[in-house]
């Protein structure tokens, strides 16, 4: 089952996946996630410009990815909690949860991924 089909059984509504930057910033720019899982490794490039929208924002993120978390990690995603592939879903649901906004009914909860 795909990320994306996991969240959505789970009582998320999901936006994406966006393959490029362009696509997700182009989301953005009408719309607010509560919480973003962004892959590092995006299309040709990696995901640090959509985590500089989403801090601004004060949106948290998740980078759930192949990618190892290195020394090289741009400032944007220094912050980021950094879920390195294989991560059993209930690992990863477990993290969604302790930081989406408490309080907030499941089905107002957004994802972007």
Do not use: H
């Not at 004060?58 to 978390?69: E, F, H, L, N």
Request: hydrophobic fraction near 45%.
């Amino acid at each position: 089952m795909s990320l994306e089909a996991y969240l959505d059984n789970m009582g998320f509504a999901v936006a994406g996946p966006f393959a490029t930057d362009t696509d997700a910033l182009a989301w953005l720019a009408t719309d607010d996630p509560n919480l973003a899982i962004l892959d590092y490794r995006l299309g040709k490039g990696t995901c640090a410009d959509i985590a500089r929208e989403l801090n601004a924002r004060g949106v948290p993120v998740i980078v759930y990815s192949a990618t190892p978390r290195g020394v090289d990690v741009p400032p944007e995603l220094r912050a980021a909690c950094w879920l390195e592939k294989p991560v059993p879903r209930s690992a990863l649901l477990k993290v969604v949860m302790e930081l989406l906004p408490e309080g907030m009914p499941q089905e107002r909860r957004t994802a972007s991924t």
